[in-house]
Nanobody, 124 residues
């Protein structure tokens, strides 16, 4: 079983950048077919943001494409989410998660392990 811990959230002005990190312990990200980033804003459902599979192929939600970049460092057992050109609508709690399947990777139900989340707040 893997334990995931996110870090790097905070308060940033619109147009700014943040880099989120997800550290795994107990197992490695390479043990899972897919590693994903999701976010949940108050009153909204958890939504897929970005994902990277075991072959390092990345995928993005349309709302963040061109602004966010997901990456992994197998040597450090870390997954990152670089967020640029942040907008107030990006405000949410961001979660890191892992899945044993590459199928349906935008569906939160396919991810078995989740971190505790890190708050990202983007002000005007």
């Amino acid at each position: 079983q893997v334990t995931l811990v996110e870090s790097g959230g905070g308060l940033v002005q619109a147009g700014g950048s943040l880099r989120l990190a997800c550290a795994a312990s107990g197992r490695t990200f390479s043990d899972y077919a897919m590693s994903g980033w999701f976010r949940q804003a108050p009153g909204k459902e958890r939504e897929f943001v970005a994902g990277i599979n075991i072959y390092s192929t990345d995928s993005y939600a349309d709302s963040v494409k061109g602004r966010f970049t997901v990456s992994r460092d197998n040597a450090k057992n870390m997954v990152y989410l670089q967020m640029n050109s942040l907008k107030p609508e990006d405000t949410a709690v961001y979660y890191c998660a892992t899945s044993r399947t590459r199928s349906w990777y935008t569906d939160a139900k396919t991810y078995a392990y989740w971190g505790q989340g890190t708050q990202v707040t983007v002000s005007l």
